[in-house]
């Protein structure tokens, strides 16, 4: 049997060690992803990444954290 598995993609967030705002920082990113669950939307769907990456820079100026996206 052969099955195809489509690639997934995701934000991979980091700070810098002992970063004083990370625990707000965080709150605010997975608040992110509970608006997009709102709609019925699920962070596995193909267009999380497009339809997030601005609100994930916007808050990167803000808190100062680094990501890139990673394909699994």
Sequence with gaps: ??????KHREFLIRF???YPQEREAWEE???IVKE?????????????IEDN????????????FTYEIIEK
Aim: hydrophobic share 25%.
């Design 1 to 6: 049997m052969k099955v195809r598995l489509p």
């Design 16 to 18: 810098e060690d002992g």
């Design 53 to 64: 990456e601005d609100k994930v820079k916007a808050l990167q100026k803000k808190y100062e």
């Design 36 to 48: 997009y669950s709102v709609d019925g939307k699920s962070i596995y769907s193909p267009t999380f």
């Design 29 to 31: 990113l997975n608040n």
